[in-house]
Structures are given as C-alpha cells and as structure tokens.
T-cell receptor, first 111, second 114 residues
C-alpha cells in the first residue's frame, strides 16, 4: 500500500509570509499532482510533476519533485488571502486509475 | 469544455429513501471516479470506471451502487444510507493512463442523511 504523508496538517499565516508544504512517501510515484480545494468546491489541479528533480513555477507557487520521485514540496511566496484552501498532493502509479492522496494541508492566510 | 458537472449540489435524504447522484463530463475522458470526502480530509476513493466498466471498487457497502451509462455520464445510486454516510461526494474524470493521472473534479454533492 502506498502512503503519502503531508505536513503540516494546518497552517495559519499572515498575508505576505512565505510557506512550504511537504509531501513524503517511501514509495516511488510515476508522477505527482498538487490540487487546491476551496470550501464547498471540488479540488482543482494546480500542477503535475513527472521527472525526478523537476521544478515547476506557477506565479508565486513553486513545486518540486524529489530526485527519487518519492517526495514533493510546494512553496508559496508572499501568500495572499486568495491562497486560502486545502492543498492536496496525490501520487500516481499505484494501479490503473488510482491515485494516493496525502492527508492535506489546510492553509489560512489572514489579511 | 473542461468542466465536470454534478447534480444535485445539495441532497437531504432519510435512511429509507432512494436517490441518485449524477455526474457528466465532455472532455472525452474514459476514466471516471466517485470519491467521498469528510470535512478537512482528503477524498476517499470509492469507485473507478475505465472505458465504462467498473475497474475498482474500494470495498464500498452495497447501499452505494455506481452506474456508467456511457462515456460521459456517471451515476451513484443511494439506498438505505446511514447518517455516517453524510459527506461531500465528488466525481472526477481523467484520461486512462497510469503516469499522469490528472483528475478533473466536479464541485461535489453535499449529502446529508437524517
């Protein structure tokens, strides 16, 4: 069974601060997705990382896939209230159509 | 069209009722999923359909019955549910591939079982 540990579970910061969310596993994934979910809505895909060591940037968000494809991180620079939400990492490769989700990080950015 | 739609948005039902949740996508995706999500928790996989055939059932109780009438539609039939089944039910779709399992989620149906 593949497991993804996500940390921290909860994060409350002031607008303008930086933060990093981690997603770790002992298993190798063929790719890893990051999603953001706002209250009352479904998760929205932010990015997919596939290659070990890959770094992708999406405006103020930077995503990194570990060299061994077992872990990933999400760094947000100068967080804004609009970044508030539940951030989920999901690893693919555990079987046809099946992704392993991390436990999620609930981020609150206060104005 | 990159949207997954779900109806209804909210549903309240008694334990003896029968109801159905509906999901539709027009992205040409041939994999469709049902998830159950409790507050501030990750989605829990229930069922996966691949090319309109049930490929994964995560030991879901038989009071939940999925159906995939065609490649664009996915239903979840509900019967004799329990209060602990109250949750957000999410539908998702993706291309059928193992490397980049990028899923597109609908907004969910908020289900309350009384």
């Amino acid at each position: 069974t593949q497991l993804l540990e996500q940390s921290p579970q909860f994060l409350s910061i002031q607008e303008g601060e930086n933060l990093t969310v981690y997603c770790n596993s002992s298993s190798v994934f063929s790719s890893l997705q990051w999603y953001r979910q706002e209250p009352g809505e479904g998760p929205v895909l932010l990015v997919t990382v596939v290659t070990g060591g890959e770094v992708k940037k999406l405006k103020r968000l930077t995503f990194q896939f570990g060299d061994a494809r077992k872990d990933s991180s999400l760094h947000i620079t100068a967080a804004q209230p609009g970044d508030t939400g539940l951030y989920l990492c999901a690893g693919a490769g555990g079987g046809a159509g099946k992704s392993t989700f991390g436990d999620g990080t609930t981020l609150t950015v206060k104005p | 069209d990159t949207e997954v739609t779900q109806t209804p948005k909210h549903l309240v039902m008694g334990m003896t009722n029968k109801k159905s949740l509906k999901c539709e996508q027009h992205m040409g995706h041939r994999a469709m999923y049902w998830y159950k999500q409790k507050a501030k928790k990750p989605p829990e996989l229930m069922f996966v359909y691949s090319y309109e055939k049930l490929s994964i059932n995560e030991s879901v109780p038989s009071r939940f019955s999925p159906e995939c009438p065609n490649s664009s539609l996915l239903n979840l039939h509900l019967h004799a549910l329990q209060p602990e089944d109250s949750a957000l039910y999410l539908c998702a779709s993706s291309q059928v591939q193992q490397v980049r399992n990028e899923q597109f989620f609908g907004p969910g149906t908020r289900l309350t079982v009384l």
